[in-house]
């Protein structure tokens, strides 16, 4: 059961897994700002409950630094999120992000 804290530019969010809470019938996350909360619907596979993690937790990045939701136009649209998201997936399960931080943070 996915159920863990997160902080997002000084907010703290909880991760949670549930089922269709609050989202429409094709809506595998939900990011709700208002309450700090994203939820994954439950029952997906570490691949897809990850990548609509990282895809929640940019709506909530954006939306943190100032980019209010807006599917028509400006910086945070649905399409953006969408193909940000996947980059910075793939990305994030490619490289090791703690041997990364070592490199500039435990440098003699
Ligand atoms: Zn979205």
Do not use: W
Not at 13 to 40: A, R, S
Request: glycine share 8%; hydrophobic share 30%; net charge negative.
């Amino acid at each position: 059961m996915i159920d863990f804290p997160i902080e997002i530019l000084g907010i703290l969010y909880n991760v949670q897994e549930e089922e269709y809470k609050g989202m429409n019938e094709g809506n595998l996350g939900l990011c709700d700002t208002t309450n700090c909360e994203i939820t994954i619907r439950s029952g997906l596979t570490p691949d897809r409950g990850f990548e609509t993690f990282v895809h929640e937790l940019t709506h909530a990045i954006l939306n943190e630094a100032g980019y209010r939701y807006c599917d028509d136009e400006g910086t945070h649209t649905e399409d953006f999120v969408e193909r940000f998201s996947k980059a910075l997936y793939q990305v994030i399960l490619d490289n090791n992000f703690e041997e990364i931080k070592k490199y500039f943070y435990e440098r003699g």
